[in-house]
């Protein structure tokens, strides 16, 4: 899985943890909901869209990358 896949899944996985859509996501964070819904389809995200993520779940950056998504075995890029 590229990098970038296994964030957009992270910010999925997060935001049906807490029962609230994409659009609702985007809300709470800032980051525009254009900018989450293509990520699946970039080559690259930005961190600050990451912090913004985590800033609108109130969790760490820490705590988004803690996750058997971002281990060397699963990611190929």
Known sequence: MRLVDA???????????RHITVNALAN?????RP?????ARSSTV???TIYGICAGL???????????LFTPENLTD
């Open 7 to 17: 964030v957009y899944a992270r910010i999925i996985e997060l935001a049906k943890e």
């Open 28 to 32: 709470l964070s800032g980051v525009p």
């Open 35 to 39: 900018t989450i819904a293509t990520m």
């Open 46 to 48: 930005k961190l600050s």
């Open 58 to 68: 109130n969790i760490t950056l820490q705590v988004f990358f803690d996750s058997p």
